[in-house]
């Protein structure tokens, strides 16, 4: 797996992986995506070696936080690593420019993305209620970056 930063002429292969990876009512469109890739917002991605698009990931800063945005893994490659990597490389991406926290959404029904978030240091501070729609929430997680327990998050 590679890590790159996402390219203007990606965008149809993070539109398909958008497709495959949410519901219809829960996509971005191609405008939002290639919003992201023309901003100052930081869009990796997770290729193989033949830079085929594995899973995507967008992270803003601003001062001190960072959020992340959207990761969306391929299905057939979810449980592999590839969010995990992206999710580390954002982080170190944040650190670089100063940030000490990291801030993200996920639907509490989302058990696979919850998991993988606890392993990386992400603790629940909040929960949104109907944040995706009438009935689904989402939990606010939180993370610090750059202080001595990164060691054992991003092993």
């Known amino acids: 797996m590679i890590i790159t930063h996402a390219r203007t002429e990606d965008l149809e292969a993070i539109v398909t992986l958008e497709q495959s990876g949410f519901g219809a009512s829960e996509q971005w ?4 995506w290639a919003a992201e890739l023309d901003s100052d917002h930081c869009v990796l991605a997770n290729t193989d070696t033949d830079g085929q698009i594995l899973g995507v990931a967008t992270f803003t800063c601003v001062e001190d936080l960072a959020d992340l945005n959207r990761v969306v893994v391929r299905p057939d490659v979810r449980g592999r690593g590839v969010g995990a990597a992206l999710l580390r490389a954002g982080l170190e991406w944040a650190e ?30 909040s929960c949104r209620r109907d944040y995706y729609g009438p009935g689904v929430d989402a939990a606010v997680l939180l993370r610090p970056i750059g202080d001595e327990d990164d060691a054992w998050a991003m092993a």
């Open 29 to 32: 469109s191609a405008d939002s």
């Open 96 to 125: 670089a420019l100063g940030a000490t926290r990291m801030l993200l959404e996920v639907r509490t029904d989302n058990r696979a993305a919850l998991a993988l978030y606890a392993r990386l240091g992400f603790d629940q501070i």
